[in-house]
């Protein structure tokens, strides 16, 4: 099968993608909160970010290198933190940190995963990076870490943008429970979508595998789409990070940065990089675009800043890097191309992202990440 003349873009694997999940796994991985307005308008805001052509540069070979946390990179994007990932196609988190480690991309493995930090340990390339929930007790926020760096997470990565459980309507009408229960209704829609249902079969229906350690029993009284991560976790504060940061001897990245106050004080505070992000549009309607956001956060910091949000393609990774962020990181995309592709989707998706950067940099006559134009805005 030829993989470029069939999915030649994301939004094709998104489409193969799916016609081959459930409708409550679908739901879960494509929705927002609310009426997803966040999520149209980082669309809409990249849509509107120009970048202008340059012509009479000659024949050039295009460097897609660039340095981040002091290493350097051959490709400028990785793999965000996805919750649950394994729902989305069974075995996901060893498959994604796997193909990582060979295209030596950096994955990043989320608190509320279906796989835990030793199930992932024997396939983590080394580039792995480990996404915090901030768990209220201090004996758990130890053990978590301990368990991450011996595991071989070299990155700590702390989202703060989830300060308390969102909404997610579409995921409630699909639905779907955390962790899941197969209802009839479920059943049916499994019925449906046989290779996952097969995949599935053979490992087993997922849940949260780093929490079983430190699960309770008190989880009836929460909303359908929360799940027991909402007992351990807390919001944190700035003390919070300060402890992180004096617990953790590795690079220390703080996740879901609007604005750029918060970025100043988070260099005062010793993080190493800025992740700007709202959260693809899941926890809050009314937040603006990431793009809207990230110049102000770029002019408060000297910190490396990592991006996400709305990237759809390598233009969009451009877009951003224009606008400021040192770094692109999308957590979507690569399930919908492991969704649509199997492993194969993950290698496949790498090559699409390449070679949109390359064309798009042609037409820009950028030899190198560092050379792009200032953006512009369309009216």
Known sequence: MDLNSRYPALSDLRTRAQQRI????????????GDEATRRRNRTALNRVGLLPSILHGEFETDLSTNLLGQQRALPFGIAPVGMSGLMWPDAERNLAQGAARLNLPYTLSTVAAASPEDVAPVLGKDAWFQMYPPRDEGIRKDMLDRARAAGFKTLVLTVDVPVAS???????????NPPRLTPRLMAQIAMRPAWAMAMARKGMPHMRMLDAYATAATKNLPVTAHVGYLLRTS??????SWLRDAWDGPFVVKGVMRGTDAERLEGLGVDAIWVSNHAGRQFDAAPATIEVLPAVRRATRLPIIFDSGIEGGLDILRAMASGADFIML??????????????????????????????MGQLGARALQDLPKPFLHS
């Open 236 to 241: 944190p504060d700035w003390d919070y990070v």
């Open 22 to 33: 459930p409708k409550f796994v679908w739901e879960y991985l494509d929705s927002g909160t």
């Open 331 to 360: 957590g979507r995309a690569w399930h919908y191309a492991l969704a649509a592709l199997g492993p194969d989707g993950i290698d496949h998706l790498t090559h699409i992202l390449s070679e949109d950067l390359k064309a798009n």
């Open 167 to 177: 909404r997610r309507e579409r995921q409630t009408r699909s639905g779907i429970t």
